[in-house]
């Protein structure tokens, strides 16, 4: 049973236009969120994240928004270029008591035209 | 600064043959080690992960096996690799302390033929 879902595979998006990537959960102990960038051959890179005692957390042109009581979040990136063409993936933790060991969703490949 | 290392990059191996992956972090002491494995069109998949020296969990039965004989040094291994073993093997550290955050390695592609 998937905990961490991300229901869309594919995204394609213009540059300079925005990108939402979605993001949903199934365990309501998860409490900390994080999204990771992969090229391919690559390993994936950490982007940005949020804890659940936020419901927003910006860095540059990247955005997380966290919607608890939804169990979804997204990531929004404002304005999209040809280089975030990638595959992202969203990564969910529940910290307390945990190893600290991260459930991924199976990613959505964005691609950003010019 | 913290790197992490893993090698080889590329692996062709038979079906049957023994494998070893090595993944090696600089800059942190007593990191949290993992190894996770993405199969084509799937998603990342944690296989072990290591608290410390000698202590391995495992996440998914399979026929790998991980040893950590060093601090900061992490090692995949199999005895007989089947062909369903191909895929793209990651290495990834955490420290110690509240951000939950892993990094990953640049990974390994192995074929099985």
């Known amino acids: 049973d998937q905990q961490v879902k991300q229901n869309s595979p594919s995204l394609s998006v213009q540059e300079g236009r925005i990108s939402i990537l979605n993001c949903d959960y199934t365990n309501s102990m998860f409490d900390y969120f994080l999204w990771y960038k992969k090229y391919p051959a690559e390993g994936p890179t950490f982007l940005i994240s949020i804890s659940s005692i936020k419901d927003k957390n910006e860095d540059g042109r990247f955005t997380v928004f966290l919607n608890k009581s939804a169990k979804h979040l997204s990531l929004h990136i404002v304005p999209s270029q040809p280089g975030d063409s990638a595959v992202y993936f969203c990564?969910?933790?529940?910290?307390?008591?945990?190893?600290?060991?991260?459930?991924f969703g199976k990613g959505t490949k964005l691609s950003v035209k010019p | 600064s913290q790197t992490i290392h893993q090698w080889p990059a590329t692996l062709v191996q038979p079906v049957g043959s023994p494998l070893s992956l090595e993944c090696t972090v600089e800059g942190t002491s007593n990191p949290n080690l993992y190894w996770y494995r993405q199969a084509a069109g799937r998603g990342l998949q944690l296989l072990f992960y290591s608290v410390g020296i000698g202590q391995i969990s495992s996440e998914v039965p399979q026929n790998l096996s991980a040893s950590r004989p060093q601090d900061r040094q992490f090692i995949l291994s199999s005895k007989k690799l089947l062909l369903s073993d191909s895929g793209f093997y990651l290495c990834a550290w955490r420290g110690e302390g509240p951000l939950y955050e892993q990094y990953f390695g640049p990974g390994t592609r192995l074929t099985v033929t």
């Open positions: 990564a969910a933790i529940g910290v307390g008591g945990s190893q600290g060991n991260l459930i």
